[in-house]
């Protein structure tokens, strides 16, 4: 078990442009949680699935922002059309059923947008 | 809806000192309370996780409490390193029907003077 791997580390692009991240979570956790954090500020919950299904998501979460998780294994952000205020850090964690464990964050994956 | 507040928002100690670190939540109805670790570009680290019916968790020189009643935790950090300088993150997990994710603070920017 190699904890919760997020790839890109970082991610630069232009203002417009599509971006995608990918989160691998812990193997036997069933719970994926996407984080955004924004410099100074705590992290916000954007969208939460258990196994495939996605059963949260935030208002944060506007229509330029789709999240996967096919066969409950890695997850997918998307963002479409980005923006300068999408420039933040985005976490993925991962919990086990019941969250009795807690959470374990990856690394995150840093979005500039210029 | 919950808040999660953190006091100081930033500390600056000389080496060798002990401190405690605060945070405070609105709705006492958690599951559970979990402090992270936070250095600078990266993602979080778990410290401690307290459920919901525990008072206290203590890892190393870390030692969390929790008073679910008056809705406050500390974190009490003995013999203070330069190496724990770091951001630390306070966030809860509601116990409310329906909802998965953790509510954090704006953390504590900690510095230790060697």
């Known amino acids: 078990d190699t904890g919760v791997s997020q790839d890109p580390r970082h991610k630069i692009t232009k203002r417009g442009q599509n971006v995608t991240f990918r989160c691998d979570p812990i193997?036997?956790?069933?719970?994926l949680y996407w984080y955004r954090q924004t410099l100074g500020q705590g992290p916000e919950f954007l969208t939460y699935?258990?196994?495939?299904?996605?059963?949260?998501k935030s208002r944060l979460l506007s229509d330029r922002f789709s999240a996967e998780r096919p066969k409950g294994s890695f997850s997918t952000l998307e963002i479409q059309r980005t923006e300068q205020g999408d420039s933040a850090m985005y976490l993925c964690a991962s919990s086990s059923q019941g969250g009795n464990y807690g959470y374990t964050f990856g690394s995150g994956t840093r979005l500039t947008v210029v | 809806k919950q808040e999660v507040t953190q006091i100081p928002a930033a500390l600056s100690v000389p080496e060798g000192e002990n401190l405690v670190l605060n945070c405070s939540f609105t709705d006492s109805a958690i599951y559970n309370l979990q402090w992270f670790r936070q250095d600078p570009g990266k993602g979080l680290t778990s410290l401690l996780l307290?459920?919901?019916?525990?008072r206290e968790q203590t890892s190393g020189r870390l030692n969390a409490s929790l008073d679910k009643s008056s809705g406050r935790s500390t974190l009490y950090i003995a013999a203070s390193q330069p190496g724990d300088s770091a951001t630390y993150l306070c966030?809860?997990?509601?116990?409310?029907?329906?909802?998965?994710?953790?509510?954090f603070g704006k953390g504590t920017k900690l510095s230790v003077i060697p």
């Open positions: 966030a809860v997990f509601d116990s409310g029907a329906g909802s998965y994710q953790l509510t």
């Open positions: 699935f258990q196994n495939e299904a996605q059963l949260e």
């Open positions: 307290i459920q919901s019916s525990q």
């Open positions: 193997s036997e956790h069933n719970r």
